[in-house]
């Protein structure tokens, strides 16, 4: 526990009785062993917090910044605590603020294609919103039925549609952020161009909860795609899926979907729950396009013929909404299929420029045989994104050491073939410590200036993205 020495946490708890409603207080062992975890497998270890609190609005959680800014306890923000980087671990105990009561939806405005939310509200739900008035918000991080905008902006999340729509970041217009020091700041604004000043919204995107306290949200929609049709291609080699990728992209084709799976994913999803996927192809893309009906299966059919060009065994388009949901289910089930494995899974984020990717996944096939660690390898083969998934058991504490070892590995390998750290999960506690494999000291020195500029007594989510 930070608080210095002569303060007890009662005496802080107590003060924040004065803000909040008791019920908004949760100081039981029990209530704060579940704020000890999120979705990241960290072994046995217990990071609780002393106190989580639940505010109701803006100005709630300004008191609760300006009483954790005198006396100088950690605040860690959680959203649904989904992140897969440690990113709502609170390492040095402290207060977790969850945005579970600011979830509202505030304003859709059809005329100038934007929306007000909260931090907490709900990624799906804002998305069933604006797509009953014809509106569309595309970021689709995997687990939007749960993950909130807060989560999002704070991780700058993206999911298979970023190929062709981008990210999280590319949808901020402007926050509601409440500082290290308790003041409420709006940066950025609601207009889609504005180049006044310093960006201090994309500043905050990405920021994991170190520079501020994101409570509302001013977001960008686009027009909903009048339809959209998926499909499910299987190659007998890694590289003839890469070269088919690239040869769609060639062709002036925008999948809003280009996604691969290997073939020990299609096998451990198929075990899962089957559907007749087939598990002997060595990876399988899927492919999604929108638009206008008429030009997307022109589109699906050029993609048909490209993907045989590039010696596909098998081309499947979803003749219905049954199939679509069964190539969806299949993708997205990936994740809670590698999970039923083994106890814990742990899930990679390497990113590589898109024509690496054959090499990436070879490295990381072989990475995992060297280490004799199960991997099941799914990505977004547009964005050059992967997620190695690795199944193991974190109390076998050999198999955690080569772990840890292939993990470096790994992004040594991604850092050589001209990637990088994260694509969407971010950095947290997980990879802070390979931040200076590519950042330089001076580059390093910089974001720590940042850090200190907006958090200068390190309360906010102290040791994540950067260790020191
Ligand atoms: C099964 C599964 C699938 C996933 N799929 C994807 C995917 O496809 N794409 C992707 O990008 N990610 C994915 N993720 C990672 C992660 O869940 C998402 O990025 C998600 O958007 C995080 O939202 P959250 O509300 O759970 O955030 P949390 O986990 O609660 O928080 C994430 C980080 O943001 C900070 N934070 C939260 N709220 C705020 C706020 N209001 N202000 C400031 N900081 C804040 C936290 O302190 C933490 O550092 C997946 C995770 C799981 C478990």
Request: glycine share 8%; hydrophobic share 40%; with cysteine.
């Amino acid at each position: 526990m930070t608080v210095p020495n002569s303060i007890s946490i009662e005496e802080v708890i107590s003060e924040l009785k004065l803000v909040l409603d008791k019920k908004n207080i949760l100081t039981e062992y029990e209530e704060r062993f579940c704020y000890a975890y999120d979705a990241t497998a960290i072994g046995d270890e217990l990071y609780l917090p002393d106190v989580v609190v639940l505010p109701e609005n803006t100005e709630q959680v300004a008191q609760i910044m300006k009483i954790a800014n005198k006396y100088k306890v950690p605040v860690i923000t959680r959203g649904a605590g989904t992140n897969l980087c440690g990113g709502c671990i609170t390492l040095k105990n402290g207060i977790v603020i969850h945005t579970s009561k600011l979830n509202k939806i505030l304003s859709i405005d059809k005329e100038n294609l934007t929306c007000v939310v909260e931090a907490g509200a709900v990624v799906e739900k804002l998305q069933q919103e604006v797509e009953e008035l014809g509106l569309f918000y595309p970021p689709d991080p995997s687990n939007l039925k749960v993950s909130t905008i807060g989560g999002s902006v704070a991780l700058s999340s993206s999911g298979p549609r970023c190929f062709k729509y981008g990210g999280t970041k590319d949808y901020v217009l402007g926050l509601e952020v409440v500082t290290a020091k308790g003041e409420i700041i709006n940066v950025g604004g609601n207009t889609v161009k504005n180049v006044t000043g310093y960006n201090l919204s994309q500043l905050f995107v990405g920021s994991e909860g170190t520079l501020g306290i994101v409570t509302k949200v001013t977001l960008k929609l686009v027009p909903l795609p009048e339809s959209k049709q998926v499909m499910l291609v299987f190659f007998d080699s890694i590289d003839d899926a890469a070269m088919a990728v690239t040869d769609i992209i060639s062709h002036k084709i925008t999948p809003s979907t280009l996604d691969l799976m290997d073939q020990k994913t299609m096998d451990t999803v198929e075990q899962f729950h089957p559907t007749g996927l087939p598990t002997h192809y060595d990876a399988a893309l899927v492919i999604e396009v929108d638009g206008i009906a008429d030009t997307i299966s022109v589109q699906a059919k050029q993609i048909e013929e490209i993907c045989y060009k590039n010696n596909s065994k098998d081309v499947r388009i979803a003749k219905d909404k049954k199939e679509a949901d069964e190539i969806w289910f299949a993708r997205r089930s990936a994740f809670g299929a590698v999970a039923r494995m083994k106890p814990n899974v742990i899930t990679e984020d390497a990113v590589v420029p898109r024509d690496k990717i054959p090499q990436m996944v070879k490295a990381i096939r072989k990475i995992a045989e060297k280490y004799n660690l199960t991997v099941c390898t799914m990505g977004h083969a547009g964005d050059g994104n992967l997620h190695p998934n690795f199944s193991l058991d974190l109390r076998d504490h050999d198999e955690h050491e080569r772990l840890e070892k292939a993990v470096e590995e790994l992004f040594d390998a991604a850092i050589e073939l001209g990637g990088t750290l994260s694509g969407e999960h971010g950095i947290g506690m997980s990879k802070a410590r390979f931040m200076n494999k590519v950042a330089s000291e001076e580059v390093l020195e910089y974001m720590r200036l940042i850090k200190n500029s907006f958090d200068p007594n390190n309360i906010l989510n102290p040791g994540k993205i950067l260790i020191k």
